[in-house]
């Protein structure tokens, strides 16, 4: 990328062929809600990715941030952090192409605790789980979302620290 902007955490897609990253609207320091885009390898097809997700969040609150975005190992999915204009902090996936937004925080029968801010998502190896760091007023641990009920959150023996990573 090139230009004005502040791009920043840029992943490749496991074969190579897209990268996103988190784009601020603006030049440095410029107020706005920052988006996740995609480009592919050769520098061509910019995509803004979500420029529906203040619209999608706006019945709950209104989302300030978007990035941190991570390939799943197949790379059929792309996870990343939201943050909140009330401070929250949760993670959302979608699809390579933008599609298919879905929130992970507050869904199924055992929802995620909203006590937590979710950030920093990492893919296992098999897709199946996301490590994040989760945070409240207090400390900052390392936890596991398994993604087949999408809904659980586990603290593995209350690992202290943020920035997990496989």
């Known amino acids: 990328t090139s230009g004005r ?12 062929r897209q990268i996103v990253f988190a784009r601020p609207p603006g030049p440095p320091f410029q107020t706005g ?14 995509v803004d990715l979500t420029p529906r997700i203040p619209a999608r969040h706006r019945r709950t609150e209104r989302i300030i941030a978007a990035g941190e975005p991570t390939f799943s190992p197949t790379g059929r999915v792309i ?18 192409d933008g599609s298919k ?27 199946r789980t996301l490590l994040v760091t989760a945070r409240d007023s207090y400390h900052r641990e390392i936890a596991l979302i398994n993604l087949s009920d999408r809904s659980r959150l586990f603290t593995p023996h209350s690992v202290q620290g943020e920035s997990p990573a496989w």
């Not at 952090?81 to 996936?93: F, L, M, P, Q």
């Not at 507050?106 to 098999?126: D, I, K, M, Q, V």
């Open 5 to 16: 902007y502040a791009d920043r955490s840029p992943v490749a897609s496991p074969n190579g």
């Open 33 to 46: 809600i920052p988006d996740i885009y995609s480009i592919r390898a050769n520098g061509s097809h910019l």
């Open 79 to 96: 996870a990343f952090a939201v943050r909140g204009g009330n401070g929250s902090e949760g993670i959302d996936t979608m699809r390579p």
């Open 101 to 127: 937004i879905k929130s992970l925080v507050g869904r199924g029968p055992r929802a995620l605790n909203r006590r937590f801010g979710l950030s920093e998502p990492e893919f296992s190896p098999t897709g």
